[in-house]
Structures are given as C-alpha cells and as structure tokens.
C-alpha cells in the first residue's frame, strides 16, 4: 500500500509518499517515507506488558538529502526531549480515550 500525501507545515504544503512496508497483525506496522528532501522508517509495535496491559513503540529514523533539511533535522534534534514530552502526553490521552472506548463496547455486549 501506498499514499501521497500533503500535510501543511510552517505555512508551506510538505509532500511525500509513505508506503507499508511491515505488516504483523495485532503487533508491527512498519513505513517507509521518501520526498525529494528526505527518506524515513517509521515502526509501531505494541508490545504485551501484562495480561491487561500493552504499550505502544515508536521508533522513527530519518536522513536528509540536502544541507536546508539537514539544518531543520537538527533543529528537530535540539527539541527532541519537548517533542518526546508533547507525544507523549497525545498519546496518553488516546490510549485513555481507547480504553474509555473498549469498556463501553465490552460492557454493551
């Protein structure tokens, strides 16, 4: 599977392909992501921590092709811990909104 897509960034239209690269049922999505400036890996693994409990992996790895993206990558690097802090803080809210979303279905049922 492939998409095109365009995602609006600092006022400027960022196009890429991503395409599915992995595929583990109920475990790993893996992409890769190429554009004229850049190419990405990017893994989701939910990993079993309990018998109620799982996590969510993600691991993303990307190299520029050019100086100016190459200067935006480290600029990334330097807010790294703040954008790790913002992540994980969304995706805490969604794994709340999923677990609100899965006992309403469980107990419906």
Known sequence: MQWDISVPVRCRTR???AE????????TLS????????????????????????RLEIQLIAK????????????????????????RAEMNVLAKRMTIEYRDRSESN
């Open 20 to 27: 599915l690269n992995e595929h583990v049922p109920h475990r």
């Open 15 to 17: 196009r890429f392909r």
């Open 31 to 54: 992409y890769k992501s190429t554009s004229a400036r850049y190419q990405a890996a990017m893994s989701l693994s939910v990993i079993a921590d309990g018998e109620n409990t799982c």
């Open 64 to 87: 520029s092709r050019g100086f100016a993206t190459g200067l935006v990558f480290n600029t990334i690097r330097l807010a790294r811990r703040r954008i790790n802090k913002r992540l």
